[in-house]
């Protein structure tokens, strides 16, 4: 986890229009869903290759279905490439371990429709959900908002996302991360750190020329680098994917188990 964050100490600034910065990384938890962090939290990456420079921005927020409902502002701060910025959000209760140093808590949270809100930091859903990164503090409409630097809709039950599908949900145990950089699709950008081992592909490092999984998966897709579909299952439902014709490399593997999206990263060597 560690080597994630970056704290950001530079000055030089750059404009909005040329800003980079995106979400890398969605941890969402209450009481009950068994998280092993005791915040929930969202990271920012600049993805691009100039220091960026973010003044106004917010963090927006926003149930599954439905429209934003509330957002914090952020510190003006500078990121440089490939740094990242680590932002802790609600407390949750039973989790165990402490988050590494953040860059910022977040803590006085408002409401679009101008009532109280006493959380401290926003309480993400580790089910589905909507996060914005946007420009100013206006409410977010859609992923195509002017104002939206980037846009996240995560889980099968999100009515809006950036691209063919949402992210998947982050588990007890792990955060959703960004595993591609083009900033255009949820569902092949993200996959959910450590899926592997929770049941979707036995080996993340793919042998014998198959992607083996433990149970049916649904439209079975495999993405390149450049976000092409290189490779789907011949049926409907597969156990396995014969990827022997691809070239070494690293992909994306998506498809979906009880209508739920999930991805996951793979190298073939």
């Known amino acids: 986890m560690k080597k994630i964050f970056t704290i950001a100490g530079l000055v030089l600034m750059t404009a909005f229009t040329n800003a980079q910065i995106v979400i890398n990384e969605i941890y969402g938890g209450n009481e009950s869903s068994g998280s092993v962090f005791k915040n929930n939290y969202i990271v920012l990456k600049n993805i691009g290759t100039t220091l960026v420079s973010l003044t106004g921005a917010s963090i927006q927020y926003a149930p599954a279905i439905g429209a934003f409902t509330q957002y914090h502002t952020l510190p003006d701060f500078t990121l440089g490439p490939n740094e990242t910025y680590l932002i802790q959000e609600a407390a949750i209760e039973g989790g165990v371990e402490n988050l590494p140093t953040p860059n910022f808590i977040a803590t006085t949270i408002k409401n679009f429709d101008g009532t109280p809100n006493k959380s401290v930091g926003i309480k993400i859903s580790n089910t589905s959900g909507k996060v914005a990164l946007a420009g100013n503090i206006i409410q ?130």
């Open 140 to 269: 977010v409409a859609n992923p195509d908002s002017s104002n939206v630097l980037d846009f996240v809709g995560y889980g099968a039950n999100a009515d809006q996302f950036k691209g063919d599908g949402p992210a998947p949900s982050p588990t007890a145990s792990t955060a959703i991360r960004r595993t591609l950089e083009n900033n255009s699709d949820n569902r092949v950008d993200f996959s959910a750190e450590g899926m592997g081992k929770s049941g979707f592909i036995q080996n993340p490092f793919v042998k014998d020329g198959k992607v083996v999984f433990d149970m049916e998966i649904k439209d079975v897709k495999v993405y390149d680098s450049y976000r092409q579909v290189v490779k789907k299952s011949p049926t409907k439902f597969a156990l396995n994917l014969d990827i022997t014709d691809l070239p070494k490399g690293t992909y994306i593997v998506t498809g979906t188990i009880n209508n739920a999206p999930i991805s996951q990263k793979i190298i073939k060597d």
